[in-house]
């Protein structure tokens, strides 16, 4: 885990809150307003690194495969079998960076629970 980029995730995350915030509610602060900007910020990079860590993408290797060899008359003598299309589409992501995008994703949507409760409270 590199703390730079880390912090650097951190840092884009709570500029896009913050322009998010401005754009939806203006210039009215309030724990509710800033509990729904955080979620929502949150959510947004939290779904997409849970499908990265775990390799959801290749759900859609067997479509793919399955679409080119239909549009396609060559891409059939490339890739007779589905296996050899795969061996050549498995590519491995970098887990660490959407690691650090998770956790802190999963920090900014607990914050914005937390915030969700002072503020009905």
Known sequence: MKYGRFLFIYLIMFVLAFLL?????GTH?????ASNVIFAVGIIFFLPSI??????????????????TIMSSSFKSNYPKFIDFKKDKDIEIQTTLFLEILIASATFV???FVLAAVAMS
């Open 21 to 25: 915030h401005l754009w939806i509610y």
């Open 29 to 33: 602060f309030s724990y509710a307003n």
């Open 110 to 112: 607990v914050a914005g």
């Open 51 to 68: 499908a990265a860590i775990t390799h959801a993408y290749r759900i859609f290797q067997g479509f793919n495969y399955m679409m080119r």
